[in-house]
């Protein structure tokens, strides 16, 4: 059991967990499945050294991911700030794999020198939601109902962490 870069050999399966997340309408505002070859474009901007992808394995079977994505790119004054995200595969949930992933998220934000961490999700991901106040995330921003799931809608909230 290890975190390691991502390569692309893990694309199909990073992409089979993404879409599980679709599928369970709370963990992501995306609807639609997607193909490994629509995430390329995602998988290839994350091929640096300042937003990694990791993906986890458990007996050399990837069984979900952890990445840094820049919060509002391009705009120098928010350089100081990544979103951590993660993805677990369905098999592998409520196994503590949430803590680990999360830690290791904020472990390599630290490491790569960002001051601020924030993980933007859906008010109906309650698991998530959880996961983040263990870790001392606080409540930073609402944007309410604005996220609209065939007619139930839900807030789109910002965690964030001073790292």
Request: a negative charge; charged letters at 25%.
């Amino acid at each position: 059991m290890s975190f390691r870069l991502a390569q692309l050999s893990d694309l199909e399966a990073m992409t089979e967990i993404y879409n599980q997340a679709i599928l369970r309408k709370r963990c992501t505002a995306d609807t639609e499945i997607f193909t490994p070859e629509q995430r390329k474009p995602w998988f290839d901007a994350h091929q640096n050294t300042e937003y990694p992808l990791y993906v986890y394995e458990i007996e050399d079977t990837v069984v979900g991911y952890v990445y840094l994505s820049g919060y509002r790119p391009g705009r120098k004054a928010m350089r100081y700030i990544a979103e951590v995200s993660y993805y677990i595969h369905n098999d592998y949930q409520r196994r503590g794999l949430g803590s680990k992933f999360l830690q290791y998220g904020i472990d390599s934000a630290k490491n790569l020198g960002y001051k601020d961490l924030v993980a933007i999700l859906l008010s109906f991901n309650e698991p998530s939601i959880k996961l983040l106040k263990k870790f001392d995330f606080e409540e930073w921003g609402c944007l309410p109902d604005i996220a609209d799931f065939d007619g139930e809608l839900c807030s789109h909230l910002f965690y964030g962490l001073k790292l």
